[in-house]
Structures are given as structure tokens and as C-alpha cells.
């Protein structure tokens, strides 16, 4: 049952929010139980402090550029809902883009962040497409995160290339948020990102 009103409700919802930023709730809930309420609490006032210091909130862009697998796209949508309820300004871009497109798009919200999901095994040829792209908008500062299946023996060949963090699709969310705001940190203090 749960299974499909996410189905009916993201059919409504979907094309109101592609390529816009948004936030929600649903995530926040769960965020907040009992056990997580320490780790919720540090994680939520470090991205205060952020955007207190900042001027604006830390932003990512989750993007997809493999195949169009309509149950993946269920998970970005739920991980774009974590990041906004801890206080991500999230951009989610359409079901499937080029790197090209994703590196226009992370451009223009100028976001700090790129999360990478879906890529089909194509993972060493998309992301330093995407990495190439972004040098061409003179962005290369735009970290770039990968999300996905990845065979471990590619890790290294991803860091190779600048991915600053590869998290499973079952990673935690505030986990990786955390993780994520410790690289755009360590990258502003390097100025490295803008």
C-alpha cells in the first residue's frame, strides 16, 4: 500500500519539483528519533553555522546521467528530501541528463555540490566527462560525489579523477551529509570552492 501512494504521489509531485529546489519533511521524522537526536542535533547546528557564516545554506545538485530506471529515481527523490529537511538547498535534475547538462545546471544554481547517481557502469566515462564540462564553465571548484553501485576496484580511479566522496545508495543519509559538508568546509578553507 505505502508502495503506491509513493507511486501516485510522486507522479503528481514530480513534474512540479524537476529542476527546481525544494524541501520536505518526511525525512526529518526519522532523522530525529530517540536514538538519533545528538548526532541530528550537531549535524543540523553545524549547517546553521554554515549558512550563518556562508550567507546562504550549503547546496547540492542530484543529478542522474545513466539510464532512465524509474525506481531509482524514487531513491534520488527521498535522498533529496533528507538533504532539504537537514537544511541543504537541493536542486534535483531531470530523470536523465548528459554531463554536459548536469554541468550547466550546477553552474547556474551554483551549487557546491554535485551527487551523481544512476550511472549504468558507466562511471569512468561519465564523471570525467562531467569533471571536463565543469572545467569548461570554469567551474572545476563544483565538488563532484558519485552515488551508486560501484565496484570497489574502480574507487581509486574515481579519486583519481576528483570525486570527493563515493557512497552506496544505502548509505546514511546524515552520514553523507556530513561528509559532504566536511569537503565543502575543507574546500573553502583551501579556496577551492567558491
Known sequence: MLSSLSIGLRRAVLPL???????????????????NKSYSAALLNRIRQFAENEGRQPRILISRMGSMDQKDDHHRMIAATGFADLGFDVDVGPIVQTPEQVARQAVDADVHAIGARNLCSKHLTLIPELFKELAKLERPDILVLVADNIPPKDY?????????????PRSDIGECAIKILDAIEDAKKKNTVR
Not at 581509486?156 to 552506496?168: H, K, M, N, P, W
Request: charged share 15%; net charge negative; no cysteine.
Open 156 to 168: 581509486d580511479e574515481l579519486y583519481r579523477q576528483g570525486v570527493t566522496a563515493i557512497f552506496s
Open 17 to 35: 519539483v524537476e529542476n527546481n529546489a525544494f524541501g520536505g519533511v518526511i525525512y526529518s521524522a526519522v532523522f530525529s528519533s530517540e536514538a
